[in-house]
């Protein structure tokens, strides 16, 4: 399984927008369908969208019309593009495969924090 590296996250106030990457090391990014996933303090890890090998995409609903999920398989990268963002955004956001399990491989993940 590849290595995982998410980036992007920060500070930012409510109402503003953020964009996270996902980096995936080896060959086989272009076959699997991705997902972004985060856990906000205190509750477990939840899936947040995700993104077939052919771009089809499915968001929950909180985050529908407000996040972009997106990749590129030329870079072995995937994208999450977070706006109007609300303190309950606040998490920390990681990437993996679709669907993941708490027994894969996950990456450190990035922190997202918005202030109210």
């Known amino acids: 399984q590849g290595q995982l590296v998410e980036s992007g996250g920060g500070l930012v106030q409510f109402g503003g927008s953020l964009t996270l990457s996902c980096a995936r090391s080896?060959?086989?990014?272009?076959?699997?369908?991705m997902a972004w996933y985060r856990q906000a303090p205190g509750k477990q890890r939840v899936l947040v969208a995700h993104?077939?090998?052919?771009?089809?995409?499915s968001y929950v609903d909180s985050v529908k019309g407000r996040f972009t999920i997106s990749r590129d398989n030329a870079k072995n990268t995937m994208y999450l593009r977070m706006t109007m963002l609300k303190p309950e955004d606040t998490a920390v956001y990681y990437c993996?495969?679709?669907?993941?399990?708490?027994?894969?491989?996950w990456g450190q993940g990035t922190q997202v924090t918005v202030s109210s």
């Open positions: 993996n495969i679709y669907p993941a399990t708490p027994l894969d491989n």
């Open positions: 080896g060959t086989l990014f272009r076959l699997v369908s």
């Open positions: 993104i077939t090998r052919d771009g089809n995409t």
